[in-house]
């Protein structure tokens, strides 16, 4: 055991740009986590709302099932990855009816997968069984362009930087007619080239209207994308088992696969679409489920299925590191988000930086833990000072960083 395995403290830092955009940018803000035990420190990150889940982090207790998170985590042990499954079934029980409670745990529970490996020397990949870290195909997660012209430029520049795949979502798409959406697919696909694969998201725009995403399949299929992401919110089973059925029943040959999961935020939720949605892909966030055990145990169910599984992230690359730690070791998976327009917050907050190769590839890192080196220097300017008091009792203020 370590001279002192006990969480002493879990500190939270809100980051933010100057300016945070109405628009599809999860990398405009963020929730830096550090665990520490002693004098060893873990890093994590939350894909969350910032202050929301700082006062799930410290929210007066309601009643049994609804205490603070930092109840179940403070003072408690951390030996081994035992502990932090234990801890996290803890913050589960304790605060079962304070839903802001998987997004913070999930920063904390990736923290301590990464204090425990740099405790142990290993990366966390290999504390979750995995013998080696297969390289992932790192496919360029952009927004569509405003106009099918920009995004055309978009799908160039990302064809320039030898990508091998790539990802538009969100902006226009869906908000106008099937036909303007065809141009934008068209756009992606022609800027991309044919030795290309393009993927399109359409970022949960449809609601649960399978009429309105079945419009927009003959053009899916015509560029042949890899796949369909979100056109439904992350329950609508039903909507995403119908809209595999019109698929399937198109007179095109080609039948354009599904993608979803990244809302999911427990692991049932997320097996469940496995079970129930008719997907090909499974996308699952570290920073939203429940951190990286959850997001193993959900990869392990999606190969036993026949399921593909791929991260989702679209922020720093701490955050990067820990999407691909659950399934490092699984060859089949070879997906990857790549997050090509982050802000200058998510750049500065790693010293290191994921970069692929000249296949279009990323590895993760060799180092213990998540392998990088957060540099509180370069964020401290985006750090956002806050304070949250009741009845005149301070519950957070922003701590040293």
């Not at 990150?45 to 910032?50: F, K, L, T």
């Not at 904390?108 to 490996?117: P, R, S």
């Not at 090909?280 to 145990?297: E, N, S």
């Not at 692929?356 to 998540?370: A, F, Y």
Request: proline letters at 6%.
């Amino acid at each position: 055991m370590a001279r002192n395995a006990t969480i002493e403290a879990v500190d939270f830092f809100y980051l933010s740009m100057p300016e945070v955009k109405p628009i599809g940018d999860g990398s405009q803000d963020m929730l830096l986590v550090r665990v520490r035990a002693g004098d060893e420190i873990g890093w994590g990150e939350c894909e969350a709302s910032p202050l929301t889940s700082i006062a799930a982090l410290v929210a007066p207790m309601s009643h049994s099932a609804c205490q603070p998170v930092l109840t179940s985590v403070l003072g408690q042990p951390l030996r081994d990855v035992h502990d932090i499954a234990r801890i996290s079934r803890l913050v589960k029980e304790n605060s079962l009816d304070l839903l802001q409670a998987d997004h913070t745990l999930s920063g904390i529970e990736i923290a301590m997968w990464d204090l425990l490996g740099r405790r142990l020397e290993v990366p966390v990949y290999e504390l979750l069984g995995a013998a080696r870290a297969y390289p992932k195909v790192a496919y360029a997660s952009a927004l569509f362009g405003d106009t099918p012209e920009k995004t055309y430029a978009k799908a160039r520049d990302v064809a320039a930087q030898g990508y091998r795949a790539a990802k538009f979502g969100w902006g226009p798409y869906g908000r106008g007619s099937a036909a303007d959406d065809a141009d934008q697919v068209r756009a992606a696909a022609e800027g991309l080239g044919e030795d290309r694969m393009l993927l399109v998201d359409a970022g949960t725009v449809f609601g649960e209207d399978v009429d309105a995403a079945a419009e927009r399949l003959p053009a899916l299929a015509e560029a042949r994308v890899g796949w369909f992401e979100e056109p439904f919110v992350s329950g609508a089973f039903a909507a995403y088992r119908r809209l595999g059925s019109v698929a399937a029943s198109t007179e095109s040959p080609y039948v354009v696969p599904r993608a979803a999961g990244e809302g999911a935020h427990d692991p049932y939720l997320a097996c469940n679409m496995i079970d129930h949605a008719d997907l090909g892909f499974i996308q699952i966030d570290t920073g939203r489920i429940g951190g990286i055990g959850p997001a193993k145990r959900v990869a392990d169910y999606a190969a036993k299925r026949g399921v593909k599984y791929v991260n989702h992230t679209f922020t720093s690359h701490l955050a990067l590191s820990a999407s691909l730690q659950p399934y490092a070791g699984m060859r089949e998976s070879e997906l990857c988000e790549y997050p090509v327009e982050a802000s200058p917050l998510a750049m500065s907050l790693t010293a290191e930086h994921l970069l692929p190769d000249r296949d279009g590839e990323i590895t993760l890192p060799e180092g213990p833990g998540l392998g990088l080196t957060v540099c509180p220097d370069a964020i401290r300017p985006y750090l956002v000072d806050t304070e949250i008091r009741v009845t005149g009792k301070t519950l957070y203020k922003t701590p040293e960083l």
